[in-house]
């Protein structure tokens, strides 16, 4: 058998081509697919190499081209502008991959710090080697009439490396924490992952961090840094940089009581110790 030179009733070239028989119907109506003959009792028939064809307007669909921009390209078609569509669509399609890429990150990233909530050890504070990251960092404000504003402003600066919204956390000098400070945060920080550009972002550099993690209102994160302080003072650990405050889990939880803060903060050996 040689199928080029056969011919197909509508049901069979549906089933050829894995096409539902009435959206053959529809195509034909249109004017966009139509069979290469109709018979005289009205029933359409195509050929094989007519699948090549629909499997082009198939793929055509998938990538997004609407029924009208198809029909414009099939009344007109020529080597030069499938040319042009090809290279738009193309183009297009690396755009859509990219975004998907970056909101599939962003989910994984939330996806791991649910978990690491889901195992944090309340009562103990660990040290833990972390590498080298980059943030996106803007001002915090100590007036409270003025944190909404300032988160506001932080997001969009963001935008400038990343369209997607991204958990943000905040950061503490270790010179404020070792005088009692815990509320006079000093930045607002976002990580960026992969940054296409470094210019303007900063380095959290790579080390040594204490951990330690807050359940339930930041009302608690005082005491939980007066512990690292305890802990660092003990173990002749000296505090260092900036502490970095970040949520683990506010996408899974209802009251307040469960949200999980993760509190790290580069440390080294005291020389004095």
Not at 52 to 66: F, K, N, Q, V
Request: hydrophobic fraction near 35%.
């Amino acid at each position: 058998m040689n199928p080029q030179k056969q011919v197909f009733t509508a049901g069979e070239f549906a089933r050829l081509t894995g096409v539902n028989k009435r959206t053959l119907h529809y195509y034909d109506d249109i004017g966009l697919f139509s069979p290469a003959q109709k018979g005289s009792n009205g029933y359409r028939y195509y050929t094989y190499e007519q699948s090549l064809t629909l499997e082009m307007l198939l793929a055509l669909r998938e990538a997004g081209m609407s029924i009208n921009e198809i029909k414009h390209y099939m009344d007109r078609r020529s080597a030069e502008l499938f040319h042009e569509m090809v290279r738009q669509k193309t183009s297009e399609i690396d755009a859509s991959v990219r975004r998907l890429k970056a909101i599939k990150e962003i989910l994984e990233e939330k996806d791991e710090m649910l978990t690491l909530s889901e195992s944090a050890k309340l009562n103990q504070i660990t040290i833990k080697d972390c590498p080298e990251e980059y943030l996106a960092v803007s001002p915090a404000v100590s007036d409270t009439g003025q944190e909404i504003a300032a988160l506001i402003r932080h997001m969009k600066e963001v935008t400038a490396y990343t369209p997607y919204r991204k958990s943000f956390g905040s950061m503490l000098s270790a010179e404020k924490i070792q005088t009692g400070n815990y509320t006079d945060y000093d930045y607002l920080f976002t990580r960026i992952s992969r940054p296409k550009t470094k210019k303007g972002l900063y380095r959290k550099p790579k080390g040594r961090y204490l951990q330690a993690y807050c359940k339930g209102s930041w009302d608690y994160i005082p005491s939980v840094y007066q512990k690292l302080m305890a802990y660092a003072d003990s173990h002749g650990l000296l505090l260092c940089g900036y502490s970095y405050e970040i949520g683990l889990n506010e996408m899974a939880i209802t009251r307040m009581e469960e949200y999980v803060t993760l509190i790290s903060i580069l440390c080294t050996e005291r020389t004095d110790a």
